[in-house]
């Protein structure tokens, strides 16, 4: 929280950083900048840092980088655009944001998300930064794909693209509300060619979990799309064991030879 009399307190110095930042409209501020803009000595520097994060007007966002919130966005101060965080953690782009800031991104569930899940092939952690979670997880390389970028302010965030996020809503479904929301969503994106089916087959056949593969698959079919788009997929399943439709210790329900899944109740 900033201190609403943190003004009467700033250093001619602190008010020079201050000036300074809100000229160049920063909102991630690195060490290097701040050795570029200002001439201080490495104390000083360091104290006038140690000072404006005490009042809040910079938050620590790792080490050597810094968000500023300026003194007139109120006592609260401002928040960050989560999606300038990533690249900050992942500047040689081994990363994309995904699952449920994505599955709100791309209109599939109207639930506003205090997490951001970034999908990574080197770090494995948790960072509470302001009011946002941001998890840090871990994936193998070849999950890394089905990728685009967006632009927010003059940076580059790498993103799961429409189709890959629908298979990820698949494998990770408990933000959507489970299993059988993300079939529903599926099923409504395929049957009104809100999505790209050949894309989406293409990305699912890579997909290193079977069980996503089938439960695809099979919604896809029951969507109305034909067996010749889908024969990519079929035959990654097709010499594979009986999965569940819904993850359950219970073996009970009809068998869809097709796609070898048990259509068990959800």
Do not use: C, H
Not at 114 to 125: A, E, G, H, K, V
Not at 239 to 252: A, D, E, F
């Amino acid at each position: 929280m900033k201190n609403n009399t943190a003004k009467k307190y700033l250093g001619p110095k602190e008010t020079e950083v201050i000036a300074r930042l809100s000229y160049e409209k920063a909102t991630l501020i690195t060490k290097e900048q701040f050795e570029r803009w200002f001439e201080f000595k490495p104390a000083l520097r360091k104290q006038i840092i140690f000072r404006l994060k005490k009042k809040g007007i910079l938050t620590a966002i790792k080490r050597g980088v810094y968000f500023y919130s300026p003194l007139e966005s109120g006592p609260a101060g401002s928040s960050i655009n989560e999606f300038l965080v990533p690249p900050v953690f992942f500047p040689k782009g081994n990363y994309y944001v995904g699952y449920s800031i994505m599955y709100n991104y791309y209109g599939f569930t109207d639930q506003i998300f205090q997490t951001m899940y970034i999908l990574n092939t080197s770090l494995q952690r948790e960072k509470t930064i302001g009011s946002m979670r941001f998890r840090m997880v871990k994936i193998p390389l070849q999950r890394m794909y089905g990728l685009g970028k967006i632009k927010i302010k003059d940076t580059e965030v790498i993103v799961s693209d429409k189709e890959r996020t629908l298979i990820d809503m698949f494998y990770f479904s408990g933000p959507v509300g489970g299993l059988n929301t993300a079939f529903e969503i599926l099923k409504e994106q395929a049957k009104n060619r809100k999505v790209n089916i050949s894309k989406l087959v293409k990305y699912t056949v890579k997909f290193p979990n079977i069980s996503t593969r089938k439960r695809i698959g099979l919604v896809l079919e029951k969507a109305g799309i034909n067996y010749k788009r889908l024969e990519p997929l079929l035959w990654t399943v097709r010499k594979t064991s009986l999965v569940t439709l819904y993850p359950s210790k219970s073996r009970k329900g009809k068998i869809n030879t097709t796609w070898k899944v048990i259509e068990n109740v959800a």
